[in-house]
């Protein structure tokens, strides 16, 4: 991705204030760490270029904007309510600006009701391989970038966006996570 990082291109509307208190957001921190162990979230300035999600009763919870996905705390972890993708402003319980991809993982989750965790990281290894892709590149943060994404997600449980990055997906964390491992040994 030759794009810098300028933070999150929508208004975040905060609806609650508050650290939250979801149990699995043990769980998704341990696979945040995991991931940067793996070189999958490269530092960027003060934060780590990657974000995690799962789904929830109310929406999905994603790793902040501009996190340091080796070193989280609890209010390092957003609950995304809504999107409103015509004004670009984004409901969320919580104590910081969801991920700058917030918008992506709403609709992947909106279009695919069978999974449950998105993982998006960066990989050489992976960028240089076979898997399928998006046709074009587009800047970060954008809904240009979902609506490529879209075009080709399919039932896919892992996909390439051009020149940036993945995009796994799984039923569970867990599974989301294997989508990458047996990616890195398939290509
Ligand atoms: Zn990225």
């Known amino acids: 991705m030759n794009e810098t ?55 999905f919870i994603i790793t902040a904007s501009n996190s340091d996905l080796r070193n989280m705390t609890n209010d390092d972890f957003v609950e995304v309510l809504d999107v409103n ?13 969801p991920s700058s991809e917030s918008m992506l993982h709403f609709l992947v989750y909106k279009n695919r009701t069978d999974i449950n965790a998105i993982f998006h990281g ?35 449980n892992l996909i390439l966006m051009k020149n940036h990055g993945f995009l796994s997906f799984g039923k569970t964390m867990n599974e989301a996570w294997s989508s990458i491992i047996l990616s890195m040994k398939k290509k």
Do not use: M
């Not at 993708?85 to 600006?97: A, D, E, Q, T």
């Open 5 to 59: 990082y300028q933070g999150v291109k929508f208004e975040t509307l905060f609806i609650k204030k508050e650290i939250l208190k979801n149990k699995r957001i043990e769980k998704l921190n341990y696979w945040c760490k995991r991931f940067s162990e793996l070189g999958f979230a490269p530092k960027i300035g003060d934060g780590s270029a990657g974000n995690l999600s799962f789904r929830t009763s109310n929406g």
């Open 85 to 97: 993708l015509k004004s670009k402003n984004i409901k969320v319980i919580g104590k910081k600006s």
């Open 122 to 156: 960066h990989s050489k290894e992976l960028l240089n391989s076979n898997f399928i892709s998006t046709k074009k590149e587009k800047p970060y943060g954008t809904i240009e970038l979902a609506e490529e994404v879209l075009k080709i997600l399919g039932k896919k």
